[in-house]
């Protein structure tokens, strides 16, 4: 009886395992709608270097895209943005709330913002300076994050 569970337990991992995969792509039509339109929108004249599309076991699919500057952008199944991380340069500041943009501006004069990473119930940014800070969804402060 062992014998037969293990060997049912290992059809399914494998079976699970191929339906796992990562996909590399060039084509932003592979894209959902919404995550080609904020690449148009905040990344006017960056291109696509390549997409790697990350197929749950669930169902889902995640996109990782990577710009022609580096800039790397994730989006979730629905084309969402979940993460983004510019490198050296700021993150649009359209993309966030007001208030966050504010606030950076007024405390930490002289830095960007240059990565952002998207929860569902806050933000979490990476200054130039080094600093990480947290805020609530509306964009208010919440406290710096070491």
């Known amino acids: 009886m062992k014998k037969y569970l293990s060997i049912i337990v290992a059809l399914i991992l494998g079976l699970a395992s191929a339906q796992a995969r990562d996909v590399i792509s060039r084509n932003v039509a592979d894209l959902p709608a919404s995550a080609r339109t904020t690449l148009t929108k905040y990344f006017p004249k960056k291109s696509v270097n390549h997409i790697k ?47 966050l943009v504010n606030y950076v501006r007024k405390n930490y004069k002289g830095s960007k913002i240059i990565g952002v990473d998207k929860k569902n119930n806050k933000y979490e940014i990476e200054l130039s300076n080094g600093l990480d800070l947290e805020f609530d969804r509306a964009g208010n402060f919440l406290k710096i994050d070491r």
């Open 53 to 99: 599309i990350d197929k749950k076991l669930v169902g889902n699919t995640d996109y990782e895209v990577i710009l022609s500057d580096g800039t790397e952008v994730d989006f979730d199944h629905n084309g969402n943005w979940k993460e983004i991380d510019m490198g050296s340069n700021a993150v649009p500041d359209a993309m966030l709330p007001n208030a």
